[in-house]
């Protein structure tokens, strides 16, 4: 059984299980609101980098990437990327994609930058970041 839209998180009953893949309550937290917004990279410590997407269309899709092989995100149990996500104007997701790789490609095929109002992604315990366009510098 799912969880309606705006549930607030403290009235999830502590015996939830997600219906997708059986994780429990405590898997879950709060929906956070706060979208830390992208500096440029030379303002930005190697720690922030490792959490902006950067994404560029492609013949195939949006191709975003979240760190690089020099300065990549932690992937540990608890500290990971959780999602990458597309999002409308609203700030809904078009499509997310779950535990992205830090500095591996992530394509959502078939999408179109004009049908997206923003990249974000969201770390365990760091937040949402939003994304921006790829800077192929910064790609060794
Ligand atoms: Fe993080």
């Known amino acids: 059984m799912g969880i309606p839209p705006g549930t607030p998180f403290e009235t999830v009953s502590e ?14 937290h709060a929906a956070r609101e706060h979208v830390n917004e992208p500096l440029e990279r030379d303002d ?11 994404y560029r269309q492609t013949d195939s ?3 975003v990437r979240i760190g690089s092989e020099d300065v990549s995100h932690p992937d540990e149990d608890a500290h990971f ?3 990458v996500s597309l999002v409308d104007d609203d700030g809904e997701s078009l499509e997310t994609k779950i535990r992205p790789v ?4 992530v394509l959502f ?3 179109f ?3 997206v109002n923003e990249v974000r992604a969201c770390c365990s315990i760091h937040g949402i970041w939003k994304g921006r366009p790829d800077t192929p510098s910064e790609n060794p």
């Open 44 to 54: 930005l410590s190697d720690e922030e980098f490792s959490h902006v997407p950067r």
């Open 61 to 63: 899709g949006i191709l």
């Open 81 to 83: 990327l959780e999602w």
């Open 15 to 28: 015996t939830f299980r997600c219906p997708s893949c059986g994780a429990s309550e405590e898997f879950f």
């Open 109 to 111: 095929e078939g999408w």
């Open 102 to 105: 830090s500095g591996e490609d």
């Open 113 to 115: 930058l004009e049908d």
